[in-house]
């Protein structure tokens, strides 16, 4: 089956600490998401890549890091200055830079303590 | 600035009611319009999509939205709500730039479904 893999379910973290989330699809997308997601704030975009080792900023960058080194796989690290990381994250993907649908994983949510 | 509004934060109604969840766009232009649905704790699922043509459009689930240009508006519908209905709606935006195609989230509806 093809899809969105998110990895792990559920993350514990001590601040302080530097996470990696892990995104791997195998829908042979070109572009891929991370978001954010808070109660009652919707959805917002951290950092997009539209094609393998290239990557923008989106409106919450600020504490998070990426990397592009394959085109399956778009893991996202949480900084230890990133204020407030605790927050559920979704990756997305998106055949082609002028396509417009996106694909959704499960999510991860991430505590930290 | 191309925003998205639901101006719903929460809706309850009862099981077998009819549902409407209200979405208004900003934008220049025609944008292309979406609706997802997320159960708790889950990913997004995609309900339907609007590119062009038929300002009605069918989805998943038994839910329907219409396109109004006049209103800039992509209100989800549903006739016969189930309790399985329960759950986050996201209406979306999706608009040309010059850095590729954008998405823009409404800030989503929480749907609450009452035996």
């Known amino acids: 089956d093809g899809g969105i893999t998110q990895s792990p379910k559920y993350l514990f973290r001590k601040e302080g600490q530097n996470v990696t989330l892990s995104c791997e699809q195998n829908?042979?997308?070109?572009?891929m998401y991370w978001y954010r997601q808070d109660p009652g704030q919707g959805l917002r975009l951290i950092y997009y890549s539209q094609i393998v080792n290239d990557f923008q900023k989106g409106d919450i960058a600020e504490g998070y890091s990426v990397s592009r080194e394959k085109k399956e796989s778009f893991p996202l690290t949480v900084t230890s200055a990133q204020k407030n990381p605790t927050a559920f994250y979704l990756c997305?993907?998106?055949?082609?830079?002028?396509?417009?649908?996106?694909?959704f994983g499960p999510g991860t949510r991430l505590t930290v303590t | 600035a191309q925003s998205v509004t639901q101006p719903d934060i929460h809706i309850t109604v009862s099981e077998g009611a009819s549902l409407e969840l209200r979405c208004n766009y900003s934008?220049?232009?025609?944008?292309?319009l979406f609706w997802y649905v997320q159960s708790p704790g889950q990913g997004l699922q995609l309900l339907l999509k609007y590119f062009s043509g038929d300002t009605l459009v069918q989805g998943i689930k038994g839910f329907e939205a219409e396109f109004k240009r006049s209103q800039s508006s992509f209100n989800l519908r549903k006739p016969s709500v189930h309790w399985s209905d329960a759950a986050e709606y996201f209406c979306a935006v999706g608009v040309h730039t010059n850095t590729g195609n954008q998405f823009y989230f409404g800030t989503g509806t929480s749907l609450t479904v009452i035996p």
């Open positions: 829908l042979n997308h070109d572009a």
């Open positions: 997305a993907s998106k055949p082609s830079r002028g396509s417009y649908e996106q694909y």
């Open positions: 934008y220049g232009a025609t944008p292309y």
